[in-house]
């Protein structure tokens, strides 16, 4: 059964809260990134992506790759919610033996790649997408890189790799929330003009707003059979890093920031209030 | 590039060698190459990763014969481990190729996360290892790589000593459940005697990964050795019979994991081990066997063959291993040396 706009947009705001609990009881998590990149995971996993629990094992299911795994928060959240587990389970985040650990591990269902040091999965993501090209078959692999991350230049080698092969069946999502841990990725290593530079990659671009349900399902539909050239797509999705809590929104401490128990009780009732509003 | 060649041996070392009727091969690459096109012929699973190094890793045939099962990615090594992995995913059986230098360093944390770490039963193939590139200048060596690969979790590593190893090596490679670094160079190998080479068909099931090759017997000393340096161990242990000395020759082909039965039984029956190989003393072959047998409580006269802590001297491999004391007379004088202490 498929869910309206509206219910994805309520399902967002309900993997907002999770995030924010998960995080609160761990003493630990990348909340902001986890809150920038939510909705993007939201229809990918509910609108897109064919992956379920049942089908984990299958060759032709499509590949999520978490590249920034530090916002592993969010992936764990939409997971639970997809049934690859039970939500109680991330009670264990972070905690001694668990395998909720701060970045993602396939020993936790659902989960495809170990990532966390940056500028891996794209290169991944590579390999999957030759792969699944060499054995006709029509699964698609889609990466989740942050801004930040692209200063590392393996991405670069992998983007070269991508648009050589022709892999329009790989997208990379960049979530551009132009914050990092040390300040503006601006004023850390400005990396404008991103939609030139995967340009002149070769690659096909799309700028979205990327918490808006409606953009981002569009910008993730497969290539046209019409189109005139096979390329790699990167959807540029512009975020807020911390969306959804006002205190949080673009604000740089919160890249990793924990909230403390006033601020949690604060930021929860903040979004039940949007809920209501959305209703 | 073609450098000069000299000698792999002196004249007297040569005449040794064919005393005992050792017969040169050809280089493990070129094994190398010849059993990964086999391989891949019978099996469309089997795909070759390369970092604009088919032509080093002798693939150019592989190329035109099934150009479907190579991936070339241009020099690029990091992405050359990281698209292994993503295809490696996806139910493919990788041999990512390229040379040790770059390898085992360009590339290291990708071989760290996206291979040992994600269990991706990747083959990384590292070709031109040691000091092959030795005139080609630091930049180009590898002795470092043992010591860095040792020191992860989930990922075995083999040097193969003659052609023989390394067709079994690759062989076992393809069907390997783990992540492995198989490291080899650009020398002819001499054909090390063991039961296959001897016709003994039931000696071909004698290779296994994880389980060392004794090359010969002898009670008095034991040299542990792999890879382009056992041939020169051999050699030692023959020209110490002269002096009475019996010599075992082991190949220990595989350094993770080790075979520690092989080693705990050398300190058992010899006065003497000394560990040869084609890496710096730090972190490789020599000190793996020291760890074993002090944990073990075993304390025989121990000497550790390889490279130093320095700029390492250029040149020829074989110039470079006589700079080191990679010879027959070079070990034979270590030897001697060990037993008189």
Redesign the interface.
Known sequence: MSLTDHQLRQKSLQYRKQVLEIIYHAGAGHTGGSLSCIDILNVLYNRVLRVSPENFGS?DRD?YIQSKGHSVEALFVVLADKGFFAFDELKSLCRYGSHFVGHPT?KVPGV??????L??G???????????K??GRDCRTFVLLGDGELAE??NW??A??AA?YQLDNLTAIIDHNTLQITGRTRDVCANAPLDEKFAAFGWEVMTVDGHSIEQLTSAFQPASPSRQTVRPRVVIANTIKGRGVSFMEDVGKWHHGVPSKEEYVKAMAEIDVTMKAER | MSAPSPPMFTPQAREVALSLGLVMGRTNLEVFADTLLMLAKQNRAVIAVTSDSRGSGKLGPFGQSLPEQIVEVGIAEQNLVGVAAGLASAGKIVFAVSPACFLSARSLEQVKNDICYSDMPVKLVAISSGVSYGALGSTHHSLHDVAALRAINNIDIVVPADNFEAQQAITLAAEHKRPIYLRFGKAAMYSLPSPATQGDRAGESAFAIGKARVLRDGHDLCFIANGETVIHALLAAEHLKQRSISARVISMHTIKPLDTAAILTAANDCRAIITVEEHMIHGGLGEACASLLLQAGLSPKFAIVGFPDEYTVTGAQADIFRHYGISMEGLGAVAAELLAR
Do not use: Y
């Open positions: 060759p590949r396939r495809e790649f170990n990532t966390g040091a500028g891996h794209l290169s991944i993501g590579v390999g999957s997408a030759i792969a699944a060499k054995d230049g393996s080698e992998a070269m790799c050589h």
